[in-house]
């Protein structure tokens, strides 16, 4: 696949970037928001859901604490990549269930949290970024404000089908090198702590494989354009 490396000098901002679950952000992105931070583009987060689906066995971390648990630990990881909490939004979004909620709520809430601060540019996963949530987030994200977007990849490599990757026509693919942020992208991912073995009583919740993780820092990031917009 023909790509270009992205420069984050043709970024200006604010610029936002929207997480479906605490973690989508730090795995997709955490180089390229690090490398936004210290060149001082105004970085924003925004949090589509509560992130309290992952373990719903758990005795010890039912839904509510675990919710809570996983703002913490998203607040955490935004710090380390130098986004500070007054710069973040959650809206508490059923996690899971992102399709089942009315897409003109979604867009009337993200429009909302974006008039903190108007984004030049919004960072979003990939539209077949092959989980529920992430493709549920696309349209309803992208209707709340008329401004540029790139796509970012979270499972697409590991666990997308061929028809998810975008096709010749549709998009422009980026790469951005993770080496200079490895650090700082490791530390932001190793603060979702409930998605890397801390809750033990759900053998059927969710844990980021060490594969998923390497493969989040070996890189590089990737980045679909669409085409029909421009981003400067
Ligand atoms: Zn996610």
């Known amino acids: 696949m023909e790509s270009v490396a992205l420069n984050p000098a043709t970024l200006s901002g604010p610029v936002w970037v929207v997480a ?11 180089a390229l928001l690090a490398a936004l931070v210290a060149q001082g583009t105004e970085v924003w987060a925004l949090l589509l859901t509560d992130g309290g689906f992952s373990h719903p066995g758990s005795r010890t971390y039912p839904r509510v604490r675990l ?4 703002l913490e630990e998203w607040r955490r990881g ?18 899971g269930a992102l ?10 809430a993200v429009r909302r949290a974006f008039q903190l601060a108007p984004p030049a540019l919004v960072l979003l996963p990939w539209q077949r970024d092959p989980h ?3 493709r549920a987030a696309w349209e309803p994200v992208r209707a709340a404000w008329n401004t540029p977007v790139l796509g970012y990849s979270v499972w697409l490599t590991g666990r997308g089908a061929a028809a998810d990757w ?25 603060a979702h702590r409930s998605q890397l073995g801390l ?34």
């Not at 919710?67 to 996983?70: E, F, G, P, T």
């Not at 909620?101 to 867009?107: G, K, L, M």
């Open 20 to 30: 479906p679950h605490p973690d989508d952000e730090a795995l997709g992105c955490g």
């Open 67 to 70: 919710a809570a648990l996983r």
């Open 78 to 95: 935004l710090q380390v990549l130098g986004i500070s909490p007054e710069r973040s939004a959650a809206l508490g979004l059923p996690d």
């Open 99 to 108: 399709a089942a909620v009315p897409p003109e709520q979604v867009t009337a």
């Open 132 to 134: 529920p949530d992430h």
């Open 166 to 190: 975008p096709v010749a026509a549709e998009a422009q693919v980026l790469t951005f090198d993770v080496t200079p942020h490895r650090r700082t992208k490791a530390a932001a991912i190793a």
């Open 199 to 232: 809750i033990q009583d759900d053998p059927s919740g969710f844990t980021l494989s060490a594969e998923m993780v390497d493969r989040a820092l070996t890189g590089p990031e990737l980045y679909f354009r669409p085409y029909g917009q421009s981003v400067d």
